[in-house]
């Protein structure tokens, strides 16, 4: 009895997904590629990284195709066929397909009822990297507000799959805004965490030391330590002080100008508990800030700027990307600074440093002035080769919008960039490949299992994102709060 009542479950629900099914037929064949959103046509993207889902936009609206069919299929391999209101392709089919086909690409071929009518459009290729990606990315998401901290948290999210996971949320005590989050060359054994408010402080986790929770202003000292960056060696953590403040405009074009009135550059030892400093990256006469250890440890790189009068002179606060060596033996800096990137020179601004780990490549931020062009739709993301000092050409990763913070993946293959080129309003998270003569490749936004809906709904931005190459272990809120002194 039980075997002809599972086979009769079997047959009413083989009919039902029959009768369900709504082929699209009778398409008009037309050259014109699929308007896609997000826009996967022609990237190249991980053998491991989660499935590209994706829906069709009507050219005329936002609104989704009616119903689309969607054919995935590489040179071996078994094709996926799905059908609905946007392509959700089974997360196990998907990452075999692009096994199986790692080196090479696949087809995309996309038939949809677009306001009622069928369009087979052009097919299209997504190419396939052996490189692949690590296991995910944290950042900062954070809803607009200016005085206020709305819900914010840092969150990891696996590359392979969907998942996102909060690594703290500002709920954990109440005013607090966590930010400057970062780990040690993409593994998050050494961490560290900046938590701003009234049990503000810096959790640093280590494996020699455990979890730290440190108060880091001191009367030497501009502020507390933020704007992170770990030696390779997990021994010295480059910090830098500031004093910040927010101007906002009249006008619309612009919303916020985020700036240094004062900025010093340092370097905290965890395993000793002490402060190394050097004359040449503290004083009022210029602004330093955005430190980055190079990949061998040996040189500190960093954002030098003449100090100015801000607010008044705001516009002519213009960083250069400078170099001061560093002992990690001795613990002890350089006699002299060097220049990398003269920006200044030319009138222009270059911020966030972020030298590739296999040390071949610099990859930083161009804008026309600023400590913080995140709203700046000129700021474009530059690129220059340490063995030749030499430009790369990266044009292909820019937009008319704003392009900013960005990290390099472990391998140096990759590249994770903040962009505001979606809608000109939230930052978003891409990636792109970077083969080893710094060809970079089409960016490709983080994929979502309904883009559109996760995409257009949401009110959060992606700030400051980073590689992971394991999930990120924290204490528990119980001893954070404890950590933090907050009751």
Not at 117 to 140: E, L, M, N
Not at 382 to 409: A, P, Q
Request: net charge negative; proline share 6%.
């Amino acid at each position: 009895m039980h075997r002809i009542h599972t086979i009769t479950t079997y047959i009413v629900l083989l009919f039902m997904l029959l009768a369900c099914s709504h082929h699209v037929e009778n398409a008009e064949q037309t050259d014109t590629l699929p308007p896609i959103y997000p826009d996967y046509i022609g990237v190249t993207i991980p053998c491991n990284i989660a499935p590209l889902n994706f829906g069709i936009l009507d050219t005329d609206s936002t609104d989704r195709a009616d119903h689309m069919q969607v054919t995935l299929k590489g040179s071996t391999g078994e094709p996926i066929i799905v059908e609905g209101e946007y392509a959700d392709f089974p997360i196990d089919r998907w990452q075999q397909l692009l096994r199986a086909n790692a080196g090479d690409s696949i087809m995309v071929s996309v038939v949809a009822e677009v306001g009622g009518k069928p369009i087979a459009y052009r097919p299209f290729h997504i190419h396939i990297s052996k490189d692949t990606i690590d296991y995910g990315v944290t950042y900062r998401r954070i809803a607009p507000g200016y005085e206020v901290y709305s819900k914010m948290g840092i969150y990891e999210r696996s590359l392979n799959t969907f998942e996102e996971k909060a690594i703290v949320e500002n709920s954990l005590i109440t005013g607090m805004c966590v930010n400057c989050h970062t780990v040690c060359r993409t593994n998050p054994a050494h961490q560290s965490l900046h938590i701003r408010g009234e049990h503000g402080g810096t959790m640093l986790i280590t494996p020699s030391e455990g979890a730290e929770y440190l108060h880091t202003k001191t009367d030497t000292t501009l502020s507390q330590f933020v704007y992170p960056y770990w030696h390779p060696t997990g021994k010295y953590i480059a910090y830098s002080t500031n004093k910040t403040k927010q101007y906002f405009h009249e006008g619309r074009d612009k919303r916020i100008e985020v700036a240094d009135v004062a900025s010093d550059i340092l370097i905290y030892s965890p395993g000793t508990h002490t402060i190394i400093t050097s004359p040449l990256l503290q004083g009022d006469e210029a602004f330093e800030t955005f430190p980055a250890f190079s990949a061998d440890g040996r040189t500190l790189y960093f954002c030098r700027a003449d100090a100015r009068s801000v607010p008044e002179q705001y516009k002519d606060v213009k960083y250069d990307i400078c170099s001061i060596a560093f002992d990690p033996a001795t613990a002890q800096f350089g006699d002299h600074i060097d220049t990398l990137i003269h920006a200044s020179a030319e009138g222009k601004n270059a911020v966030f440093p972020r030298p590739s780990y296999d040390g071949r490549y610099l990859m930083y931020t161009l804008s026309d002035y600023g400590t913080f062009p995140i709203w700046h739709k000129e700021a474009d993301l530059r690129m220059v080769d340490l063995l030749t000092n030499e430009d790369i050409t990266i044009d292909i990763l820019n937009s008319d919008d704003t392009e900013s913070f960005h990290n390099w993946s472990s391998t140096s293959r990759w590249v994770v960039l903040s962009s505001r080129r979606d809608d000109g309003l939230y930052t978003r998270l891409y990636f792109s490949h970077i083969d080893e003569k710094g060809r970079a490749t089409k960016p490709f936004m983080l994929p979502q299992s309904n883009p559109a809906r996760f995409y257009r709904e949401s009110i959060y931005s992606y700030n400051v994102p980073d590689f992971i190459t394991s999930p990120v272990i924290v204490p528990s809120k119980k001893e954070m709060k404890e950590g933090l002194g907050a009751n």
